[in-house]
């Protein structure tokens, strides 16, 4: 989610124990992302402030707002969606030989790549935001416990998330992967991959200044088809512009969003792999 980086830790500035059992996590979470930490009963903890919330029960972000946030772990279970799976689609999870691997550069929430790993897809989701990159940790830390049940573990056990800088990650990979899936930052009026309150909670008060945001967006582009073997899937809306205005070789249209399929650079085919390190650890 290169679009938020910095953004929660700008407005978030406490982690924040709710439960006394918890406290010890929340503990070193705070100094793990350099940010205030708040026990349990010290009494201390605004409610109306941001904050990093660590229970027993897992973790959330809370916005200035009182909105919750967490990684969509729902999506760990998720079959094919009914109708049109675009998403499925244009990953192509149906070919035969089975579902590619998929890097997923820009996690956020988590919603689409732990739906893709529910499908079967080996998934590398990359977040460099740390804030989200705990929250994505957290739940597929709890679903290979089994604390989700069978099928979610199954489907973190298909799970490699990375924290850090998707462009960075993709160039120091020696094999590529088949595809590389892009979901970055809507425009401003649009919200994230339509994601609903999680994702328009975590845009903040800031954003980004339209140019960089161009610019960063066509280095990603590029990074990504310079790593795919077979495509690069880029989720769009449905009448935004093309990523970093690069027109795409085709587009899978739905109601709202549509997902632009950009071929990879030709030196790509030689070595490829799926996505690598099936289970479900972190790479920082």
Do not use: C, W
């Not at 690069?246 to 996505?275: C, E, I, K, Q």
């Amino acid at each position: 989610m290169s679009a938020l980086v910095g953004q929660t830790r700008g407005v978030v500035s406490r982690v924040v124990a709710l439960d006394v059992p918890a406290a010890a996590r929340a503990a070193t979470l705070a100094e793990r992302l350099g940010l205030e930490f708040i026990a349990a009963d010290a009494g201390q903890a605004d409610p109306s402030a941001a904050a990093l919330e660590v229970s027993s029960a897992g973790l959330a972000i809370r916005s200035a707002g009182a909105v919750r946030v967490t990684a969509a772990t729902a999506k760990l279970t998720s079959a094919l969606l009914p109708g049109r799976d675009l998403l499925a689609r244009a990953l192509l999870t149906g070919q035969p030989g089975g579902p590619p691997g998929v890097v997923d550069a820009t996690a956020g929430l988590g919603a689409d790549g732990f739906h893709l790993a529910a499908l079967g897809h080996r998934v590398v989701m990359i977040e460099r935001e740390p804030l989200l990159a705990v929250l994505l940790e957290d739940a597929l830390s709890r679903a290979l416990a089994g604390e989700l049940g069978a099928t979610a573990a199954a489907a973190a056990g298909r799970v490699t998330l990375v924290e850090g800088d998707a462009r960075d990650y993709l160039a120091s990979m020696q094999a590529s992967t088949a595809i590389v899936y892009l979901d970055p930052m809507f425009p401003s009026k649009s919200g994230r991959g339509l994601t609903g309150k999680g994702m328009n909670t975590l845009r903040l008060e800031q954003q980004r200044d339209p140019a960089a945001a161009q610019a960063e967006d066509a280095t990603l582009l590029a990074a990504a088809r310079a790593h795919a073997s077979r495509r690069v899937v880029v989720k769009r809306p449905l009448r935004g512009e093309p990523l970093g205005k690069l027109a795409p070789s085709g587009s899978l249209r739905g109601r709202t969003v549509r997902y632009d399929l950009y071929a990879p650079l030709a030196a790509n085919n030689v070595s490829s792999s799926g996505a690598s390190a099936p289970d479900g650890s972190t790479t920082r």
